[in-house]
């Protein structure tokens, strides 16, 4: 079956711009996570969300990211006003459920801001 | 706050020799802790779990330690391949009770032939 997947697979733009990446989660995972990974750096955690409740917003760096998700389905994490501290790689994961703690990642999308 | 710490950034061992590769942490102890292989490019992949009450868990040519009392992990793989060239990554549940991750930066391991 198909795995988690992300778009765009690359971004680069220029600083103080807006950009949107988009996470497609394993169909029927209910657990859906965002994670930035820095050059050379371990995974840091962003955001996750479960279901309907609410989400989990303690990773968030800064209020310029948001995100957000329909349901079970796909998630979009917004980065406004981007800085150059922002070049990353961000990096979506989805699990069955609350509990099932094996996550399964995406590619990941590779921001650079100029 | 917790801290993981692996034991090296790289490691470069012999083609048939075990790896073995660690992870400490700090300040926490978590109910369970996981390896994850991450290729180039690519997104961490899921390899072995093991629980606060289990000493050891085996998949094919790997195995995992869990000491809670030196809050340690090893990572062993035996009868090592160029193909298992990766970063592996050690990670813990973010705190009591939450769904996120925590991890460590990775060990680099490159298997010479």
């Known amino acids: 079956g198909a795995g988690v997947s992300q778009s765009p697979s690359n971004k680069v733009t220029e600083k103080g711009k807006d950009v949107e990446l988009r996470c497609d989660p394993i169909s029927g995972h209910t657990a859906l996570y965002w994670y930035r990974q820095r050059l050379g750096q371990g995974l840091e955690f962003l955001i996750y969300?479960?279901?309907?409740?609410?989400?989990?917003k303690s990773g968030l760096p800064s209020d310029r990211f948001s995100a957000e998700r329909t349901g079970e389905s796909v998630s979009t994490l917004t980065i406004q006003r981007t800085q150059q501290e922002d070049s990353a790689v961000y990096l979506c994961?989805?699990?069955?459920?609350?509990?099932?703690?094996?996550?399964?990642f995406g590619p990941g999308t590779r921001l650079l801001v100029l | 706050s917790q801290k993981i710490e692996q034991n090296s950034e790289a490691l470069n061992i012999q083609e048939g020799k075990t790896a073995t590769l660690t992870c400490n942490y700090t300040?926490?102890?978590?109910?369970?802790l996981q390896w994850y292989r991450q290729d180039p490019g690519r997104g961490p992949v899921f390899l072995l779990l093991i629980r606060e009450n289990e000493k050891e868990k085996r998949k094919e040519r790997l195995k995992v330690t869990f000491d809670t009392t030196l809050k340690q992990s090893l990572f062993h793989i035996t009868a090592s391949q160029p193909a298992d060239s990766a970063t592996y990554l050690c990670?813990?549940?973010?705190?009591?009770?939450?769904?996120?991750?925590?991890f460590g930066t990775g060990t680099r391991l490159t298997v010479i032939p």
């Open positions: 994961a989805s699990s069955l459920e609350t509990g099932e703690e094996t996550q399964y």
């Open positions: 990670a813990l549940e973010g705190q009591t009770g939450a769904n996120n991750l925590f």
């Open positions: 969300f479960q279901g309907n409740s609410a989400p989990d």
């Open positions: 300040n926490y102890s978590p109910a369970y």
